[in-house]
């Protein structure tokens, strides 16, 4: 047992505060936005879309036949978006031989980054060069290797396009923000732990503003062939 004269014990003593001597900080959040399986929410969200959105994997997706002689069988329900593949190229500056490398999962967060803006009262100009974290909560990276499948050639995007990193990157480097960017894949805790990490780069004053997002596509149904 350490006694009085110990160096550890004095050690530890010696940095115990007699108080607890701390600043709380509060975080704000002041725009939100959902993008769910059957349309749009806003910051006050609802399960009841969610569930009335489950259905069969649409042929967009895959087909729900296994191959001839196959005793595999896939899942055959879920809630997927629509047009996931859809978006805007000019707007965010993007080349056509850009837009088709880039992941669909890139494609959604700067769309809804846009009308997340926008719900803050701000615009992109005001926004560019502003001192903000991103952090992006991402787990999959499906699209790329559908790219590969499908023949289509590869370029100089396609790394870029494909890489879970460079989705907070995408997201700064497009809006002009100034901050700390960071890609987390934690799996199903990636957006929760994304959140998390925003807010702690504004209570380390990391920085003036942080946007936090989470993303997840299923395209292909490997994952779920049993």
């Given at each position: 047992v350490?006694?009085?004269d110990?160096p ?6 010696s ?6 001597d701390f600043?709380?900080?509060t ?8 993008d769910a ?5 806003g ?7 969610l569930?009335?959105?489950l ?6 997706r895959?087909d ?18 629509q ?8 707007l965010f ?8 490398q ?5 494609r959604m ?19 560019r060069g ?11 990276i499906e ?5 590969g ?11 870029l ?5 460079v ?7 497009t809006?002009g ?9 934690t799996?199903?805790s ?6 998390h ?6 209570q ?23």
């Amino acid at each position: 047992v350490p006694g009085k004269d110990d160096p550890v014990e004095s050690l530890c003593s010696s940095s115990l505060p007699n108080t607890l001597d701390f600043e709380v900080r509060t975080v704000m959040v002041y725009a939100a936005w959902c993008d769910a399986s059957v349309g749009v929410m806003g910051v006050h969200l609802d399960c009841t879309p969610l569930k009335e959105g489950l259905g069969t994997v649409p042929f967009s997706r895959w087909d729900l036949e296994p191959p001839n002689g196959s005793s595999t069988m896939q899942m055959r329900f879920g809630g997927f978006m629509q047009d996931v593949d859809m978006w805007d190229i000019k707007l965010f500056g993007v080349s056509q031989s850009e837009g088709v490398q880039t992941d669909s999962q890139q494609r959604m967060l700067m769309k809804n980054v846009v009308t997340a803006l926008s719900h803050g009262g701000e615009t992109l100009a005001a926004v560019r060069g502003c001192d903000r974290s991103v952090v992006v909560g991402i787990s999959t990276i499906e699209y790329v290797h559908m790219v590969g499948r499908s023949g289509t050639p590869t370029n100089t995007y396609t790394s870029l396009g494909g890489s879970l990193s460079v989705a907070c990157g995408r997201l700064s480097y497009t809006f002009g923000f100034s901050g700390p960017s960071y890609s987390v894949d934690t799996a199903c805790s990636a957006s929760l732990v994304s959140t998390h990490m925003a807010s702690s780069t504004l209570q380390n004053v990391e920085s003036e503003s942080s946007l936090s997002a989470g993303v997840q596509h299923t395209l292909t149904p490997q994952p779920f062939v049993v």
